[in-house]
């Protein structure tokens, strides 16, 4: 039996636009949303790019590539590890315990930013990688940047970036009031911001660790 080709879905138009590497959270974002508007890739690349353009003319590109090529077979190998984007990570000693959240920058290797080194942030891994998504969004908010993509290996933290807000159940106490508040500003910045960028899943099993992993596994 041949081995399930894996797919990205691009959606333009849904309760949550970028790209998804499940049909079920494809799904997730656009059944029962007006006028949805949405399309399976074979590569990151592709959908990336189809990502940041119009969602019209890709999928008319898609439909006379079909009809020209139809029995033309997609590539279906690995993705090679990607050479640019920003990838954020987090850290936790302990659940909940002392944590931080850092941003890289894939091409350079450089260290972008790092939240909680102080020690002073308790709260858990989840927390620190949706942080974490929510601060490059919004550097890259500030700087006009709508087309660097934002990698993750964290599926949860993704999940919470696309519903708007943070789902912990972080208690309050004065030990994690700082976390806190941080999760609050978060939470605000989402409701009243979009984020245009792509956020990906990092693919650890084909690259590696993500870069701006701790190393503390």
Same mark, same amino acid.
């Given at each position: 039996?041949?081995?399930?080709?894996?797919?990205?879905?691009?959606?333009?138009?849904?309760?949550?636009?970028?790209?998804?590497?499940?049909?079920?959270?494809?799904?997730?974002?656009?059944?029962?949303?007006?006028?949805?508007?949405?399309?399976?890739?074979? &590569?990151?690349?592709?959908?990336?790019? $189809?990502?940041? =353009? *119009? @969602?019209?003319?890709?999928?008319?590109?898609?439909?006379? !590539? %079909?009809?020209?090529?139809?029995?033309?077979?997609?590539?279906?190998?690995?993705?090679?590890?990607?050479? &640019?984007?920003?990838?954020?990570?987090? $850290?936790?000693? =302990? *659940? @909940?315990?002392?944590?931080?959240?850092?941003?890289?920058? !894939? %091409?350079?290797?450089?260290?972008?930013?790092?939240?909680?080194?102080?020690?002073?942030?308790?709260?858990?891994?989840?927390?620190?990688?949706?942080? $974490?998504?929510?601060?490059?969004?919004?550097?890259?908010?500030?700087?006009?940047?709508?087309?660097?993509?934002?990698?993750?290996?964290?599926?949860?933290?993704?999940?919470?970036?696309?519903?708007?807000?943070?789902?912990?159940?972080?208690?309050? $106490?004065?030990?994690?009031?700082?976390?806190?508040?941080?999760?609050?500003?978060?939470?605000?910045?989402?409701?009243?911001?979009?984020?245009?960028?792509?956020?990906?899943?990092?693919?650890?099993?084909?690259?590696?660790?993500?870069?701006?992993?701790?190393?503390?596994?």
């Amino acid at each position: 039996m041949s081995k399930a080709r894996r797919k990205f879905y691009v959606v333009w138009q849904g309760y949550s636009p970028g790209i998804y590497d499940s049909w079920t959270e494809c799904q997730q974002q656009t059944v029962n949303y007006p006028g949805a508007k949405f399309k399976s890739f074979d &590569s990151l690349e592709e959908a990336t790019a $189809a990502y940041r =353009g *119009n @969602p019209e003319g890709q999928l008319d590109l898609v439909r006379a !590539i %079909a009809s020209a090529l139809p029995g033309m077979e997609a590539f279906t190998g690995r993705l090679s590890r990607p050479k &640019s984007g920003i990838a954020v990570d987090g $850290a936790c000693a =302990g *659940n @909940p315990g002392v944590m931080e959240y850092r941003g890289v920058d !894939i %091409a350079s290797g450089r260290e972008l930013f790092r939240i909680g080194s102080a020690g002073n942030l308790i709260g858990t891994n989840n927390i620190a990688e949706y942080l $974490a998504i929510v601060h490059v969004a919004a550097l890259l908010k500030k700087a006009g940047d709508t087309t660097t993509t934002i990698y993750s290996d964290s599926r949860t933290a993704q999940s919470w970036v696309r519903k708007g807000a943070a789902r912990s159940t972080l208690e309050y $106490a004065p030990a994690t009031a700082a976390t806190k508040a941080l999760i609050d500003r978060a939470d605000l910045w989402l409701h009243n911001n979009r984020i245009m960028n792509p956020i990906v899943k990092w693919d650890t099993e084909a690259w590696g660790e993500i870069p701006a992993d701790f190393g503390r596994k």
